[in-house]
């Protein structure tokens, strides 16, 4: 790691690399949690947060994984961090297979990968300065002189556009804009290769989530980060992702490029996900795209497609066989249907 300067020159669009040469590969990723411990008499029982997900990110690309609360979202995203182990399958980051990690060089992975969580005040010591916290991973790893570290940090702060007048300030001293500013500029000093955004600016007021959606972006820019961005909100993802996944009870449906997936999904909850976002012009007229019922328990998901069950277009071929997820282009779908809306 080295502790060059911030101020480089930004450089937003990396060539595209072969398909091979992914920054980050997620192969066939399960991750299974036991909700009944096993006795004597009956046997364990557990069930699968994400089950069989494929996913491959390019140096310095933006994907975003969007669904509904419970699908498997935050706890993909803890796999592709290395902060779980995959019960199935591999995630590699950079030629890194986390799976087989020991703990020293688990640590030492933690210099390319980094998480922002959404509660910004649960991740920050409410007893210690800004500076000190923001300062802490550049002294766990014995990254440079401590003048550097020192220097390092203040063009950390000044960076994520926090008053000198707040270094020496506790969180609790501080809006939930700035905690979350001081978590990016935490999260960022070791300059990661990879950043986990997990829900950051959902607790935010709207103003407030602009401001912080422009400095990741601005600073994936100047880092040149890869990143994966974990939001319900697609409002939000339209302003930062390059790419869309799209997940429904643990497993990607759709995926494909933002501008793509915006102005022409193919699947049936992809489409129901958009038709859900507010559009401010009360004079646009739009399709309603009403689903039925809840969504199933993970704990017993349906046999044949997960989403049959409130697919307004399934038939019976939906509630018996597992669509494979099939490229239409640059879009990859996971739908018995998608021809029909190619």
């Known amino acids: 790691m080295t502790l060059s300067l911030l101020a480089q020159t930004p450089s937003r669009a990396p060539e595209p690399e072969p398909a091979h040469e992914a920054f980050l590969k997620l192969d066939k990723v399960e991750r299974a949690f036991v909700y009944r411990r096993g006795t004597l008499t009956r046997p364990a029982k557990s069930f699968n947060?994400?089950?069989?997900?494929?996913?491959?990110?390019?140096k310095g690309e933006t994907m975003?994984?969007?669904g509904e609360s419970g699908c498997g979202k935050s706890t993909l995203g803890r796999l592709a961090a290395g902060l779980m182990r995959p019960t199935g399958g591999y995630v590699d980051l950079d030629g890194i297979s986390f799976g087989e990690l020991s703990a020293d060089g688990w640590r030492d992975s933690r210099t390319q990968v980094q998480v922002i969580f959404q509660d910004a005040a649960g991740?920050?010591?409410?007893?210690?300065?800004?500076?000190?916290?923001?300062?802490?991973?550049?002294d766990l790893h014995n990254a440079g002189t401590r003048e550097e570290r020192r220097r390092r940090t203040?063009?950390?702060?000044?960076?994520?556009?926090?008053?000198?007048?707040?270094?020496?300030?506790?969180p609790g001293e501080l809006s939930g804009g700035q905690q979350q500013r001081v978590v990016i500029a935490?999260?960022?000093?070791?300059e990661p290769g990879l950043l986990i955004c997990d829900e950051p600016v959902s607790a935010l007021d709207v103003s407030i989530q602009a401001q912080i959606i422009s400095l990741l972006a601005d600073m994936r820019d100047?880092?040149?980060?890869?990143m994966i961005f974990i939001s319900h909100d697609l409002a939000v993802v339209r302003q930062i992702a390059d790419r869309v996944a799209v997940m429904y009870l643990g497993q990607i449906v759709e995926e494909g490029p933002v501008e793509r997936l915006f102005s022409a999904p193919m699947h049936p909850y992809t489409k129901a996900l958009l038709a859900a976002v507010p559009v401010p012009d009360p004079a646009v007229k739009r399709s309603k795209q009403l689903l039925m019922g809840d969504p199933p328990s993970p704990h017993a998901p349906p046999?044949?497609?997960?989403?049959?069950?409130r697919?307004?277009?399934a038939t019976e071929r939906c509630g018996t066989d597992m669509p494979e997820m099939r490229s239409f282009g640059s879009v990859h779908v996971a739908c018995h249907h998608a021809e029909e809306r190619s």
């Open 49 to 58: 947060a994400v089950d069989g997900v494929s996913l491959s990110l390019r």
């Open 186 to 190: 935490r999260a960022l000093i070791l």
């Open 64 to 66: 975003a994984v969007v």
């Open 154 to 170: 203040e063009e950390m702060l000044m960076a994520v556009k926090l008053g000198r007048h707040l270094w020496k300030a506790v």
């Open 311 to 313: 697919c307004p277009i």
């Open 123 to 138: 991740s920050l010591d409410p007893r210690l300065p800004v500076e000190t916290q923001v300062r802490e991973p550049l």
């Open 222 to 226: 100047r880092l040149d980060l890869t």
């Open 303 to 309: 046999a044949g497609c997960r989403f049959h069950t």
